[in-house]
């Protein structure tokens, strides 16, 4: 699946500027012998080959940055919370030029809005349909979901699955989920809010890792 919501794409711009860096950085160099050793010049084809070696020098290095994952957690699209069979569900889309290999989404602890600690037992979360923890995510937009909440009409509690289950009281207060996406050597913090309701099917989440909270409100 290929997620819309796409950040601002800024490496070919750090690129440019990096590469215009490194030919003043030459320039400057050349400037200085010129101007205090006479009989040094440097000329513009020894600074563009200057430039050019040391970006050969740096190309893997180079191609790495360029070719990295960039993975975007999301918890709701336009119609709200992401509840397909009998779950809500969280994706992980990756608009990065490279695959992102070995992914996996990790709950940290889980705190209520009164600041309290409701669990701190860490564990995976599984990615929908297969149930694996862990997951290849393709370059260009390619979505994935992750399995968040097990929608249990009649039930008192608030089902929070992944390898293992956590279970909070329906009806009452919010809840904040810290979250860590991990792939290759990445790793991203999250914080989930779940929205809580008077039945299964108001529940909802939303991501407010940016945002600045009042847990007591």
């Known amino acids: 699946m290929v997620s819309t919501n796409k950040p601002k794409d ?17 320039y400057f ?19 563009i080959l ?4 040391a970006l050969a020098a740096l190309q893997n290095e ?16 336009e119609e709200g919370s992401y509840k397909v069979g009998g779950y809500i569900r ?13 992914c996996y989404v990790k709950m940290i602890n889980i705190i209520d809005s009164k600041r309290k600690e409701i669990s701190r037992d860490s ?3 599984r990615w929908e349909s297969d149930h694996l923890e862990n997951r290849e995510i393709g370059a260009g937009g390619t979505r994935e979901f992750l399995d968040f909440i097990l929608i249990s009409e009649g039930k008192d ?23 860590s996406v991990h792939s290759q050597n990445q790793i991203q913090k ?28």
């Not at 956590?166 to 989920?177: E, K, M, N, P, S």
């Open 90 to 102: 969280i994706s992980l889309t990756n608009f990065g030029r490279g695959v992102a290999k070995d």
């Open 29 to 47: 160099i050349g400037f200085f012998l010129y101007t205090f050793e006479q009989e040094i010049v440097i000329s513009l084809s020894t600074i």
């Open 157 to 179: 509690k608030i089902h929070v699955i992944g390898k293992g289950f956590r279970l909070l009281d329906l009806g009452g207060l919010d809840y904040f989920v810290n979250l």
């Open 50 to 53: 200057g430039t050019i070696s």
């Open 123 to 125: 564990m995976k979360m």
């Open 10 to 26: 800024y490496d070919l711009l750090i690129l440019i500027i990096c590469s215009f860096m490194i030919i003043i950085t030459w």
């Open 190 to 217: 999250h914080l989930v809010k779940i929205h809580n309701g008077k039945s299964q099917n108001d529940l909802k989440l939303s991501d407010v890792t940016d945002k600045k909270l009042n847990l007591n409100n």
């Open 62 to 77: 180079i191609r790495s940055w360029w070719y990295r994952p960039k993975l975007v957690l999301e918890c709701r699209d």
